[in-house]
C-alpha cells in the first residue's frame, strides 16, 4: 500500500531554517510528481510546492518563492522541502503529497508540524 | 489564475443528504472540470473522495457523489453517517499548481 511518511518538523525562530523529509513507499516512485500542502491553524489548505518527474521541473506559490526549495532522491524514496527565512505564517502542518493520475493529489501523508516562534 | 470558493460549514441529521458547493472562477476553462474533494476528519490527513468533479477512487463509498453545474461543482452525501463528520476541501489543479477551497465543516447532528 501507498505510504508517505514525513519528518523534520518542529519549533523554530523567526529567520531560521528547516528541512522536511518524506519517505515513500509501496509505489514505483521515479514515476511520480510530488507536492508539499500545507495546512494553517484555521484550517486553510494551501499549495506550497511541486516537483516533477522524470524532468524535476519545480512550481511554488509565491509566498514561498526564493525561500523554500524542493527536492528528490529517487534512489532513496525521498522528498524533501528546504525552508529558510521561516516567518511566523509559515506555521502549518506540512504533507507530502503524490501527484495522481486524474488531476488529483491521490494519496497524503500523516503531515509534520512547522512552528515558527520566536 | 483560479478561486475556488465553498460555504463555511454544513450540517445535517443521520441519514439525510447535504451537497457542499464549490464556485470555480479560473482563467483556464479546463479548470472546471478538473475539480477534486478532499475529506478531513478530525486529526487525520486529508483524503481523496473524488476525482475530475464525480468520480470515486477505488474503496470510497457510493454514498458520495459529485456533479457541476456551470462554474460550481458540488460533493453530496446520502445516508449521512456520523463518521462523514470533519472537513471537506474542493482542489483544482494545473501543470503541477494547485489552489484549494477554503473548507466546509460539516456537522452531524
Known amino acids: 500500500q501507498v505510504q508517505l511518511v514525513e519528518s523534520g518538523g518542529g519549533v523554530v525562530q523567526p529567520g531560521r531554517s528547516l528541512r522536511l523529509s518524506c519517505v515513500a513507499s509501496?509505489?514505483?516512485?521515479?514515476?511520480?510528481?510530488l507536492h508539499w500542502v500545507r495546512q494553517a491553524p484555521d484550517k486553510r489548505l494551501e499549495w506550497v510546492a511541486f516537483?516533477?518527474?522524470?524532468?524535476?521541473?519545480?512550481k511554488y506559490v509565491d509566498s514561498v518563492k526564493g525561500r523554500f526549495t524542493i527536492s528528490r532522491d529517487n534512489s532513496k524514496n525521498s522528498l524533501f522541502l528546504q525552508m529558510n527565512s521561516l516567518r511566523a505564517e509559515d506555521t502549518a502542518v506540512y504533507y507530502c503529497?503524490?501527484?495522481?493520475?486524474?488531476?488529483?493529489?491521490?494519496?497524503w501523508g500523516q503531515g509534520t508540524l512547522v512552528t515558527v516562534s520566536s | 489564475q483560479s478561486a475556488l470558493t465553498q460555504p463555511p460549514s454544513v450540517s445535517g441529521s443521520p441519514g439525510q443528504s447535504v451537497a457542499i458547493s464549490c464556485t470555480v472562477t479560473?482563467?483556464?476553462?479546463?479548470?472546471?472540470?478538473?475539480v477534486s474533494w478532499y475529506q478531513q476528519p478530525p486529526g487525520t490527513a486529508p483524503k481523496l473522495m473524488l476525482y475530475?468533479?464525480?468520480n470515486r477512487p477505488s474503496g470510497v463509498p457510493d454514498r458520495f457523489s459529485g456533479s457541476k453545474s456551470g462554474n460550481t461543482a458540488s460533493l453530496t452525501i446520502s445516508g449521512l453517517q456520523a463518521e462523514d463528520e470533519g472537513y471537506y476541501y474542493c482542489?483544482?489543479?494545473?501543470?503541477?499548481?494547485?489552489?484549494f477551497g477554503g473548507g466546509t465543516k460539516l456537522t452531524v447532528l
Open positions: 479560473s482563467t483556464d476553462l479546463n479548470n472546471y472540470n478538473r
Open positions: 509501496g509505489f514505483t516512485f521515479s514515476r511520480y510528481g
Open positions: 482542489g483544482s489543479g494545473s501543470a503541477g499548481t494547485w489552489v
Open positions: 475530475e468533479v464525480s
Open positions: 503529497v503524490r501527484d495522481g493520475p486524474h488531476y488529483d493529489l491521490d494519496y
Open positions: 516537483i516533477g518527474s522524470p524532468q524535476n521541473n519545480e
